[in-house]
């Protein structure tokens, strides 16, 4: 909050710096993403599944946030590659429901629903993607 820039070091060495929103965008590497708060961190074949279905390039690795993967409850296909899965484990918050899905294609990711929505364990569904919410690692 009193920053312009923003420098990570590992090892005594300078990992990545640059400002705030660029390195928060934009994560050096798969250890920077995590430190940063990045809920997960997927890289080969599942990343590019991710990417390709918030319409983006494929890349080695992309960091996730909890809350980019949202169940797609609309009615009309989507435009993208469908991200399906069957949800594990499903918590109940205040503001929405915390969901773990084994997506095909990709493993166990973090998910959210609206606590409307509120999918249980052993039912499938749609995953959409919040582009705002990753960030690709090249």
Do not use: C, K
């Not at 993403?33 to 983006?56: H, I, N, P, Q, T």
């Not at 899965?85 to 959210?112: F, I, K, N």
């Amino acid at each position: 909050t009193v920053a312009d820039r923003l420098a990570v070091m590992r090892a005594g060495r300078l990992v990545q710096s640059g400002e705030i929103a660029e390195v928060w965008r934009a994560p050096a590497d798969v250890e920077t993403a995590r430190f940063l708060g990045y809920a997960g961190v997927l890289e080969g074949d599942a990343a590019v599944r991710v990417l390709a279905a918030a319409g983006l390039p494929p890349a080695r690795a992309v960091a996730v946030r909890r809350s980019a993967l949202t169940v797609d409850v609309s009615p009309e296909p989507a435009s993208y590659p469908d991200l399906e899965g069957v949800v594990l484990s499903a918590r109940v918050t205040p503001d929405q429901v915390r969901l773990v899905v084994d997506v095909s294609g990709v493993g166990e990711v973090d998910a959210v629903a609206s606590v409307n929505t509120h999918p249980a364990p052993g039912e499938r569904v749609r995953l959409g993607v919040d582009r705002s919410r990753l960030a690709v690692i090249r």
